[in-house]
């Protein structure tokens, strides 16, 4: 039996297509591909070129928006008697994909891979709540996310110059949208989410989160320190969507980083916009902070700056908020121009010490609907996302014009509207914590409760 880890032309993300196997984005396969190999099974590498002279090839999702380039290479690949068997941190709501796989495994694959195949070998199948097969899948049968309790066991050799050793598994901070926290256990041996070299390159001293650091801001190292994140414009959208970054926690970093004697350089602030109940007086809560910060201290002779790069909200399957609305608003360069009246080049405050810029970086709202989709989209979609996948003038279109498609061929308000735990569309998928029991409800008006 002939296996591959299939590898594509191109990549949903411009860095994938240089960092391909070798970096982040792909451990996962290749811990998968360990397993198999570790088993006595030979795995090779393919491309679309190939593919079909396998028997079952392997494929890495690593986020929603890996589904649409994977589908428009799959839709041109041989005709051939392979079984594709997809995982990674993507594979979350699975119905508008049936087409395009086998079998999928939802969360960790290191238990999972060895058993399936060797199923497959036998002429079986290997059944598991964390394995779903597409001829069999129903929103009535319950999928569960698999999860690890300890980091994998075994060094990898990513290539000739690295090595991987896994450091941490999840976050343990509680977004109620996130999959970090919710699709992940958290093990680690720090008390904190931290960024590893071993995964990450090298950043762990340079990106530490707010919500760490307010338990002990002396261990800030201010000359290193790059990116850190608020997630979210106010207090009350922070703490209602269960990230407890107060006004006071904001105010004292700041402060402290303007008062600190070492050269300033420019820091990026992680956020989130297009929160239910969210508008415009949230938003002017972050500018009201960078204004008495910069009021509290005495005038730098070389300024602070903070790039804001706000990310639409997008609550992802399995998670406590996985039936809340998301906003259908473009809000790239809307920010800065709200917040920066009278200001020019995305600026949304210009200080004594400190001065502040949007971030051009924030997803279209095309980029939006497209998460929508994959998150709760659904079977009888699956014909209009062929089409879309094979049409490349699609992708080379505008931003306008691919809200125009999407708008025209997927029902829009259904996707970005509210659901409860009936009509959620992934409501099959469970993870190891109860989330269910906050489906359909609204964190924003009712109180967190840790240990959902």
């Not at 105010?251 to 008062?259: C, D, E, G």
């Not at 009201?288 to 706000?310: C, F, G, M, P, T």
């Not at 609305?325 to 004594?352: D, F, V």
């Not at 001065?355 to 279209?364: H, I, P, Q």
Request: glycine content about 8%; hydrophobic content about 35%; some cysteine.
């Amino acid at each position: 039996m002939k296996i591959c880890a299939y590898v594509q032309e191109t990549y949903s993300k411009s860095t994938y297509k240089n960092e391909c196997m070798d970096t982040r984005q792909f451990v996962g396969l290749r811990v998968v591909v360990d397993c198999l190999e570790r088993a006595g099974y030979q795995v090779d590498y393919a491309g679309i070129a190939t593919v079909h002279e396998y028997d079952i090839v392997l494929v890495s999702l690593t986020a929603d928006c890996d589904w649409w380039t994977y589908i428009a290479e799959r839709l041109r690949w041989r005709k051939g008697d392979y079984k594709v068997l997809i995982g990674g941190a993507g594979v979350l709501h699975i119905a508008p994909f049936l087409p395009w796989f086998y079998a999928v495994m939802f969360g960790r694959g290191e238990d999972l891979i060895v058993p399936l195949v060797q199923g497959i070998h036998n002429g079986e199948r290997y059944e598991h709540e964390s394995i779903c097969y597409a001829d069999t899948f129903t929103y009535n049968k319950i999928y569960r996310i698999a999860q690890a309790d300890h980091p994998y066991c075994h060094s990898l050799r990513l290539s000739d110059k690295r090595n991987f050793s896994e450091g941490a598994i999840g976050c343990n901070h509680k977004c109620l949208f996130c999959g970090y926290t919710w699709h992940r256990k958290f093990a680690s041996p720090y008390k904190h989410y931290r960024m590893e070299d071993s995964l990450f390159g090298g950043i762990a001293d340079k990106e530490r989160a707010m919500l760490d650091l307010k338990e002990n801001p002396d261990s800030i190292d201010w000359a290193r320190l790059r990116t850190t994140a608020i997630d979210g414009f106010s207090e009350r959208l922070r703490v209602g969507v269960g990230k407890p970054i107060t006004r006071d926690i904001i105010s004292n970093f700041l402060v402290t980083m303007l008062r600190y004697s070492g050269k300033p350089h420019q820091l990026k602030f992680y956020n989130i916009c297009g929160y239910p109940t969210e508008t415009e007086d949230d938003w002017r809560e972050f500018l009201e902070e960078l204004q008495l910060a910069d009021n509290a201290v005495a005038k730098r002779e070389k300024q602070w700056s903070i790039v804001l790069h706000s990310t639409p909200f997008r609550p992802m399957p399995a998670t406590p908020m996985a039936c809340a609305p998301m906003s259908k608003r473009n809000y790239r360069g809307l920010i800065g121009s709200t917040l920066g009246e009278g200001l020019k080049g995305g600026l949304i405050y210009q200080g004594a010490s400190l001065w502040s810029v949007e971030s051009m970086g924030t997803d279209s709202l095309a980029a939006v609907m497209l998460s929508a989709l994959a998150h709760r989209g659904a079977i009888e979609d699956c014909e209009n996302i062929a089409r879309l996948c094979a049409t490349k003038r699609f992708w080379r279109a505008s931003s306008s014009v691919k809200e125009a498609t999407l708008a025209k061929y997927f029902n829009m308000d259904k996707l970005f509207g509210s659901f409860d735990a009936e009509t959620l569309p992934s409501r099959y998928l469970r993870t190891y914590a109860k989330v269910e029991k906050m489906w359909g409800k609204s964190p924003l008006e009712i109180q967190y409760r840790e240990g959902v």
